[in-house]
């Protein structure tokens, strides 16, 4: 195994960057603006405790009486992260997906170093890179791939990489940071966040590879891990749009498609070090694929339309959210629903085949039947799904 100032820290003697010269980043991170937004950014991002049991409510007390022995470890290089907590979530296309929960203290200092990381790093990103990244979004992505298509790209590429986050090398990836830092303690800090280990079943597992899910650092992360990825597609004059591990590349035909496959996994296996989903990556036209949750029509001017695996998706989880078996008042079940139809249609309302969407969204009826009890003419009173004409 390299050392925490194995591999990073002999790039970063190299000076690979100018930008890399002189810094003192941790310094940026404990600077009191930066850890007042990372705490407003945690407190309004909520979410479970980690292996320690604090809460989000208990971090505010808790800095107020460690933070400056918390800050000395930070500028010392001496700071140790806990483990994070292994929470499995089920995927919609099956399996589940592995997250790690740090600690909320560990949330904190990771989204004051992200901040920062963000800050330096993003002007740096490709154009055609959308994923977790300031005034970019998943709409932006879905716009550009419709350009593409408008334009006479009319085959896809549909890239799926295996277990992103859970296979990235951690040499290669300290290494690429190491091109855009030189302060060890962060390099450091960084290098022992990704080896803090995994809690399941109250024992603590080593990790040596993955950015796990779940914490603020991993996406910025996973930006440096595919920022290679982008810059090759750039170099091959190629039509992308990439969202997270989510890429989607645009060309004019089937055989062009395949040759680009076939030789964009032989550079992700080899360069990258990491798997291509043979599975679920292929080459099609783009309305018989999904991105993000939309696809497209087969029209000269191609619309945005729904994926049927999206529409699937909200049919059953309005099913689960009006189910008569969860045992929770018509009050809460209208909440609940309300809550979830306001964030779904803020999403999907970008779609352009509205006919579908106005059958979906007809969740006003499923609130105020919800309200009522009763879903209509001839439905059962406390059979709220009847509303949504599912």
């Not at 591999?7 to 940026?28: F, P």
């Not at 951690?170 to 290494?175: I, K, Q, S, W, Y």
């Given at each position: 195994?390299?050392?925490?100032?194995?591999?990073?820290?002999?790039?970063?003697?190299?000076?690979?960057?100018?930008?890399?010269?002189?810094?003192?980043?941790?310094?940026?991170?404990?600077?009191r603006e930066n850890c007042k937004q990372a705490l407003a950014r945690v407190k309004a991002n909520k979410g479970s405790a980690g292996v320690d049991g604090m809460t989000v409510n208990e971090l505010p007390e808790f800095l107020k009486q460690h933070w400056p022995a918390i800050r000395e470890q930070l500028l010392s290089g001496t700071y140790k992260p806990e483990p994070v907590k292994r929470v499995e979530i089920?995927?919609?296309?099956?399996?589940?997906?592995?997250?790690?929960?740090?600690?909320?203290?560990?949330?904190?200092?990771?989204?004051?170093?992200?901040?920062?990381?963000?800050?330096?790093?993003?002007?740096?990103?490709?154009?055609?890179?959308?994923?977790?990244?300031?005034?970019r979004s998943a709409h932006q992505a879905v716009a550009a791939a419709q350009q593409y298509i408008a334009a006479g790209y009319r085959w896809v590429v549909d890239l799926d990489l295996e277990k992103f986050f859970d296979r990235v090398n951690?040499?290669?990836?300290?290494?690429?940071?190491?091109?855009?830092?030189?302060?060890?303690?962060?390099?450091?800090?960084?290098?022992?966040?990704?080896?803090?280990?995994?809690?399941?079943?109250?024992l603590v597992n080593p990790v040596d590879e993955g950015t796990p899910?779940?914490?603020?650092?991993?996406?910025?992360?996973?930006?440096?891990?595919?920022?290679?990825?982008?810059r090759e597609l750039e170099r091959r004059g190629l039509r992308f749009a990439r969202y997270a591990d989510d890429s989607n590349i645009y060309v004019r035909s089937r055989r062009a498609g395949e040759r680009v496959m076939e030789s964009l996994t032989r550079f992700i296996m080899s360069?990258?070090?990491?798997?291509?989903?043979?599975?679920?990556?292929?080459?099609?036209?783009?309305?018989?694929?999904?991105f993000l949750g939309f696809s497209f029509t087969s029209a000269g001017t191609p619309k945005r339309r729904i994926a049927p695996k999206a529409v699937d998706r909200f049919k059953e989880r309005i099913r689960e959210l009006t189910s008569r078996n969860r045992g929770v008042s018509i009050e809460r079940m209208a909440e609940e629903l309300s809550r979830y139809l306001r964030g779904w249609i803020g999403y999907f309302g970008k779609c352009e085949t509205p006919s579908v969407l106005a059958v979906l969204s007809s969740g006003s009826g499923a609130d105020s039947g919800l309200r009522s009890g009763n879903s209509g003419s001839g439905a059962r009173r406390g059979s709220p799904s009847c509303a949504v004409g599912l």
């Open positions: 195994m390299v050392s925490a100032e194995g591999t990073e820290s002999v790039v970063a003697k190299r000076g690979t960057e100018s930008l890399a010269m002189g810094e003192q980043l941790m310094e940026e991170v404990c600077e089920p995927k919609p296309d099956g399996g589940v997906r592995k997250l790690g929960i740090p600690t909320v203290l560990d949330r904190f200092i990771q989204q004051a170093v992200m901040q920062v990381l963000q800050r330096k790093w993003d002007r740096t990103f490709s154009d055609h890179s959308y994923g977790f990244r300031p005034g951690h040499d290669r990836l300290m290494a690429k940071i190491a091109e855009r830092v030189s302060d060890k303690r962060l390099l450091k800090l960084i290098r022992v966040f990704l080896q803090a280990g995994v809690m399941e079943g109250g899910q779940g914490g603020p650092l991993s996406p910025v992360l996973s930006n440096i891990v595919l920022d290679e990825f982008d360069k990258l070090k990491l798997q291509v989903n043979q599975q679920k990556s292929a080459v099609a036209r783009p309305w018989a694929r999904k």
